[in-house]
Every structure is written in C-alpha cells, then in structure tokens.
C-alpha cells in the first residue's frame, strides 16, 4: 500500500508540473509579438512621411519575423508583418508622389 502512495506521489508530482507547462504555454500572448504590433500601428500612421514610414516599417519587419518563430505569438506576428509592409509601400508611394510634384 506504501509503493502505490508512493507511485502515486510521483504521478501526482509529475502531473502538477506538465498542468503548470500547459498553463505557463496558454498565457495571452504578450512580448514581441504586442510589441511588433504596435510599432507596426505607429509606422502605418507614420508612414506618409517617408523616411519614418520605412524606418518604422523595417523595424516592425524585423520584429515580426522574430516574434513568428514562438507559437502564442504568431498571430500578432504576422498582422505586425503586414503592417510594416503596407507602411514601407504607403511610404513609397509618398515618396513618388512628393518627386512626381516637384
């Protein structure tokens, strides 16, 4: 009766651990991603100016492609991506725009 106290201890143990993983792992997302994200509103907005449209919009580049690689943040990642996508393209259209009017 003492060895299934003490299988189960260890079972018990070993459970508690892997429930704290999977909740530690389900967390909101939070980090890179949110970060990227933001930056990646900020080069949108900032973007008709060019220079801070593309500034912006490499360092929300860079940031989401780091932020894709971990799986909670992946779908934040990908939106900052796009975002600093479209702000790098609504800066050089400006761009073009500004030399178009001169």
Do not use: C
Request: hydrophobic share 50%; proline share 3%.
């Amino acid at each position: 009766m003492s060895e299934k106290r003490a299988e189960n201890a260890v079972a018990d143990r070993l459970l508690s651990e892997a429930r704290k993983r999977t909740a530690h792992q389900q967390k909101a997302p939070t980090g890179r991603g949110k970060i990227a994200m933001i930056v990646g509103i900020v080069a949108l907005v900032a973007s008709p100016i060019s220079i801070a449209g593309w500034v912006f919009g490499l360092v929300t580049l860079g940031m989401g492609i780091s932020a894709v690689r971990r799986p909670d943040q992946a779908k934040l990642a990908k939106i900052a991506i796009a975002l600093g996508a479209a702000a790098i393209f609504v800066g050089t259209f400006f761009y073009t725009l500004s030399i178009s009017m001169r």
